[in-house]
């Protein structure tokens, strides 16, 4: 019996990061509830904490990277909810996969991050392939490595 994919592995894990030598990441102290991980967050100026993006935010700075192992009873597997408090990490720099809300991602496209006008299905931070007037900000220094999976899964590379 021979086991085979028939069209195309899944591209990964959203917060997962897939290229761990060519990364930098930092931790830092989390402090307000993400809706995911793999989404873009910012420091507060006041305390310092890494906290997710809020209504008209332009500045981002980096990636919340999802923790290995985490689960719990509450939720189902794959579907782990980011802390909302303590230490987590954030990828300054490299390759994660995150989820693309919005859009067809494409190998080498444009990345949007959600700044406004957040839903459960598009959260503030969360990445997207088309713009969407002021909702959406493009990020130069990121672009999708390759087409989006059957699930919106892709990775990107961010500050390389």
């Known amino acids: 019996m021979t086991n085979a994919i028939l069209y195309r592995m899944p591209s990964g894990i959203p917060g997962d990061v897939s290229r761990k030598s060519h990364s930098t990441i930092e931790s830092h102290y989390v402090g307000a509830q993400f809706a995911a991980f793999g989404l873009f967050g910012k420091l507060d100026s006041a305390t310092g904490n890494f906290i997710p ?34 230490i987590s990490d954030v990828m300054r720099r490299g390759y994660m996969t995150v989820k693309c809300n919005a859009g067809s991602a494409k190998k080498a496209g444009k990345v949007y ?33 390759h087409d989006a999976d059957a699930q919106g899964n892709v990775e990107i590379s961010y500050n390389i």
Do not use: C, H
């Open 113 to 145: 991050v959600r700044v406004a006008t957040a839903t459960e299905a598009k959260p503030l931070g969360g990445i997207e392939a088309v713009a969407d007037g002021a909702n959406t900000i493009v990020l130069a220094s990121a672009m999708f490595m």
């Open 53 to 86: 993006l809020a209504a008209a935010d332009t500045g981002v700075y980096g990636l919340l990277v999802r923790s290995y192992p985490i689960q719990t009873s509450q939720n189902e597997l794959g579907k782990a909810v980011p802390p909302s408090s303590g």
